[in-house]
């Protein structure tokens, strides 16, 4: 199983980036997949996840609004568009598979539940 992303980069505030998870290994519309994120000094929060078994998508709050997670199943790759980017949204960006059993945000943006975890990409989000 590997997972690669992609699409990281500077952007100032209130612009926007798209980021990429292209994954191999695994039969990618059986398993959910997460998005994550990991400021300095602080511990890995969930962002966005879809949910196979429901076919849910889900976003945390601080998210809302302003990132869209879709997914690709001829590429085997999911994507999160990040808009009106705030400099609190600097972080490295992680992707990883679901192997939780459970339905809800609150099972799907928790990184507990999740393994083969990517490479990560760097944000940055000037003010």
């Known amino acids: 199983v590997q997972l690669v992303e992609s699409g990281g980069g500077l952007v100032q505030a209130g612009g926007s980036l798209r980021l990429s998870c292209a994954t191999s290994?695994?039969?990618?519309?059986?398993?959910?997949i997460g998005w994550f994120r990991q400021a300095p000094g602080k511990e890995r929060e969930g962002v966005a996840a879809i949910s196979r078994g429901d076919g849910e998508t889900h976003y945390a709050e601080y998210v809302k609004g302003r990132f869209t997670m879709s997914s690709d199943n001829a590429k085997s790759t999911v994507h999160l568009q990040m808009n009106s980017l705030k400099p609190e949204d600097t972080a490295i960006y992680y992707c990883?598979?679901?192997?939780?059993?459970?339905?809800?945000?609150?099972?799907?943006?928790?990184?507990?539940?999740?393994?083969?975890w990517g490479q990560g990409t760097q944000v940055t989000v000037s003010s």
């Open positions: 290994g695994f039969t990618f519309e059986d398993y959910g």
């Open positions: 990883a598979v679901f192997y939780g059993s459970y339905y809800g945000s609150t099972y799907h943006l928790n990184p507990l539940w999740y393994e083969h």
